[in-house]
């Protein structure tokens, strides 16, 4: 018999209660216009590691998209001038379900005309702790955490010292030519664990295959790299930022890498966001990031579980 009652404790909800009137709070003292944008789109995001549910119009036509992220329509308010913005929203995702994931979920994502990467993350850590209180705060390269815990150069190793270094950590029954998946292989199931639990750690300067809609650059080393980090604490992933891509034909580019991996992969190829590509030729100069809202709840009630933070998961809606 199904259970009608909440998974969430009721002092979980108020204290996640809490956490956004505090987040509102913060924003507001730092001018940032908080908005809101439609949950239904007409195009989804092309990443292949992120599949969009569908649905049909309300009005029976085209097939729709319930959003994986309001990215792509915040990006659109900034281009039209609304200057810094951020939104609390619901986002979706088809298939991640888990310990730290639900299909549904809440994203706290902001854009900041004028800030610098660096200043970014420091409004990251600010959101941080709200959650947990005074923290400290560590910054990595990419490149460091694979040289420190893998022990390779993740921008110069051959595709066999990959495998071999996934291979002396885990227990794995696949393969793949694929670089940028025995990567993300290591990033996931090596580096994250490893990274220190009591800090807010910034890793940044990803691969520029990973660079999604960011921009990217070449270090000193000739290397090309993505301008963006992930913030990690307690051994999740909490945030996702990006100096964000400006060039509407380098979209175009990266679009078109994502349709080709899709098709390789069997994956369904989602249309583009044509009001996005018309937006972005007036999308300012700013650094962008989202934050998984039920995380920081979960960090703020000290829950194991997703679960514990929203009142009804997948299986109780």
Request: hydrophobic residues 45%.
């Amino acid at each position: 018999m199904s259970d009608w009652r909440p998974t969430a404790e009721f002092s979980a909800l108020r204290r996640r209660a809490q956490l956004l009137s505090s987040v509102r709070a913060l924003f507001a003292t730092r001018g940032v216009l908080e908005v809101e944008t439609p949950l239904l789109a007409s195009a989804p995001v092309t990443d292949p590691n992120i599949e969009a549910i569908t649905t049909v119009a309300p009005d029976g036509g085209a097939l729709m998209y319930l959003q994986t992220s309001p990215e792509f329509a915040m990006k659109r308010l900034l281009a039209a001038g609304s200057g810094p913005i951020y939104q609390i929203c619901k986002a979706f995702r088809r298939g991640e379900r888990g310990r730290r994931h639900n299909p549904e979920f809440t994203m706290l994502e902001w854009y900041r005309p004028g800030l610098s990467m660096a200043e970014l993350m420091d409004e990251v850590a600010a959101i941080v702790g709200l959650a947990v209180g005074p923290l400290s705060v560590k910054h990595h390269t990419y490149q460091h955490v694979f040289e420190l815990h893998c022990g390779l150069n993740p921008h110069s190793a051959s595709l066999d010292e990959l495998k071999a270094c996934a291979h002396s950590h885990m227990d794995i029954h696949f393969d793949t030519d694929d670089r940028d998946t025995w990567l993300q292989l290591l990033m996931s199931s090596v580096i994250e664990p490893a990274l220190d639990r009591e800090s807010l750690s910034f890793v940044c300067d990803f691969p520029s295959e990973q660079a999604a809609l960011a921009k990217t650059f070449i270090n000193a080393d000739g290397v090309e790299l993505a301008a963006r980090f992930e913030a990690f604490y307690a051994g999740m992933e909490l945030a996702n930022g990006y100096d964000e891509l400006t060039d509407p034909g380098e979209l175009v580019r990266r679009i078109r890498q994502d349709h080709s991996r899709r098709a390789d992969n069997d994956q369904v190829l989602p249309p583009i966001d044509r009001h996005l590509l018309k937006a972005m030729a007036s999308l300012p100069a700013c650094v962008g990031v989202a934050v998984g809202f039920d995380r920081l709840s979960m960090l703020a009630c000290k829950a194991e579980r997703i679960d514990e933070v929203i009142a009804f998961p997948l299986e109780r809606a």
